[in-house]
């Protein structure tokens, strides 16, 4: 009996200890973004605000691979797509930008007017045509890759270690994901035309996540992000540029 109730202390002790371990990587790499848009927008540090920027970057690629390989001593993997999903993450993107066109055409400039985004992306150069489309083709085949690299794998995998069930992580998850986005919004749109967007993404949050958990691929999840991706930044450039 004694030797029973000891693993028991055991298995519960290693389960706390996991648990802990979780939270902690989740801290440290959902912590990053937020600090980015604060150091960028709220304090507007200049130099400071582009290092912060490219380093919570390299941060948010870095720590999650180091926690995954060397403190959870996991094994490489290039997450790939086992269990198919592509028509399925195909479908939701589309139906998504869908969502996006029609509310910008309904919405169009409650939410954010021209003159408002040119001022916004004029200090950064991205009015001039050729920087935008380098910036746009950044954001969705590089920076939404990280994003669901970071948010869905790391950070979805970590929270389902602290909580059980199948949406709690998801909705969790997909909060996570949104708070930096609100408190960047918050800079630039009302508090209305703030809250629309925060939920459009909270919306694409729980999508991407739900795609993550039931396909368990940031590739699968990542081609409905990058379609309604494209239809944000085609509304940006239509706003900007024009075609």
Known sequence: MSEGVCLMH??????NSQKNLAFLGLILVGIAPTISVVT???LKAGVLAIVVFVFTKAWMFGLPAFWHLRIEKNTLSRSPALKGGWLVSTGLGVAMAVVIMVAYFLLGDSLLSEDDLKEILDPFGLTTPWKLMLAIMFWVFINSVLEE???RWFITSKIEQLVSGKWLPILLSAGVFTL??????SFFIDPLGNFLASLGVFIGGVIFSW?????RSVWVAWVAHAIADVAVFAIGWQMIVGF
């Open 180 to 185: 930096h986005h609100t408190i960047a919004l």
């Open 10 to 15: 055991a298995q519960l002790n290693d389960s």
């Open 149 to 151: 690299y970071v948010f």
């Open 211 to 215: 795609i993550y958990i039931e396909y």
């Open 40 to 42: 960028g927008f709220a």
